[in-house]
């Protein structure tokens, strides 16, 4: 059967199993990655699966059954014990669920991909990590790592409303860290970003980063970081590289504003929320530079599709407008329980998993400021970039971040390197305390979000720039 036969098969088994909404999707997704240490190629991974997933709702209960075929027997079974299940669990007390409107849709949509990444030969890929790794070992690297990674997604989707839309979603990107080890010390740096740097594009993104042109950079750093001195602790103005905000965004600002989340629906993995939904529209979140958008129309970022796995249609809109909270995460049925009228952010990470809220791009808009001034408008500071630890409560409000590598900043200008720097603080307070942000936004892609039970990763991207906090807590108490 094809992909569309499958589901359409699965959505009327539903149905007719006593379901009063239903919908479906097929997955096929193929996966490479490769690695390499210390120049050479460590391993590589192809895998390949194919699968239907169908969700039905009756009552207050939602049933989700998944099959690895896509024959019409399976579909049709799978379409029924989506029922049935969803029938059980309509037996516990509860108002009957309803569902934002949606407008049913019949359309095709792939992202933007100038090289097939999977149609770059393996001897290139391998040549460009072994390359990479090799050049940080000459340059001082006690251990130089480097990898990338590719997805290729087609999904059929068809609900009972009558919903027939496909999707090709390539996805791939890569990055390089080198470790060098002291008496006592540990210190790694990573280009472009920790784990990388990934979008919704083709093989060039990865060109694009040109890995082996920073390798021996990364490596020198690594090894200058070893002797460098103690970032210092105290009370100060922090500047934080876009990498290392793009991680800040999506702990204390994208989990938090999962609608499922501040609802008390998902609490088992990382928590829930410390938002509440009567101050949506109120709640003073951050400064008024402080202008956060959900939009995955953004072309080549991790976060973007044409379609989420309900059948929405990919729409921007405001999160945080001149630092008021003002929109969520959010999916149709948590939608239609908090009052909103839109959905968008459910998306499943395979065909055997149950779509629920996510992020989709979650990122700051652009600010008036460029790094340089940043620098130049501040007396006495530090500068920290690259993530190397994180750590936020089960509310999302609390947190404490490590980052890989740290400058002092004296009377407007660059100092010596630190090493080991860290922050914390209160989420609101935080992000209240932003007095300058800068224009050079970057899509930051982050590959390795978790959430659910079973656990999914989600892809999920993070436009973000530097931009500086006054008074924050920095280095570690003695």
Known sequence: MTGFDAATAAVQAALDAGARYADARVMHRRYESMSARNGDIEELTQDESIGLGVRALVGSGWGFHAVPELSDAAARDAGRRAAAIATASARVPGPPIDLVAVEA?????????????????????????????????????????????????????VSSEGHRIDQRIRECGGGISATSIGDGETQRRSYPSYRGQYGTTGWELVTSLDLAAHAARIAEESRELLTAPECPSGETDLILGGEQLALQIHESVGHAIELDRILGWEAAFAGTSWLDLSRLGTLQYGSELMNVTIDPTIPGALGSFGFDDEGSPAARRDAVREGRWVGVLAGRDSAAVAGLDYGGSVRADGWARLPMVRMTNVGLEPGPHTLDEIIAATDDGVLMDINRSWSIDDKRLNFQFGCEVGWEVKKGRRGRLLRNPTYTGIGPVFWRSMDMLSSEIVPWGTPNCGKGQPGQTGHTGHPAAPARFRNVRVGVRA
């Open 105 to 157: 849709t019949v359309a095709s949509w792939a992202s933007a991909c100038d090289v097939d990444p999977l149609g770059v030969p393996l001897t290139d890929k391998g040549d460009l990590l072994v390359r990479a790794t090799a050049t940080m070992r000459e340059h001082g690297a006690d251990l130089a790592e480097g990898l990338y990674q590719i997805w290729d997604t087609t999904k059929w989707f």
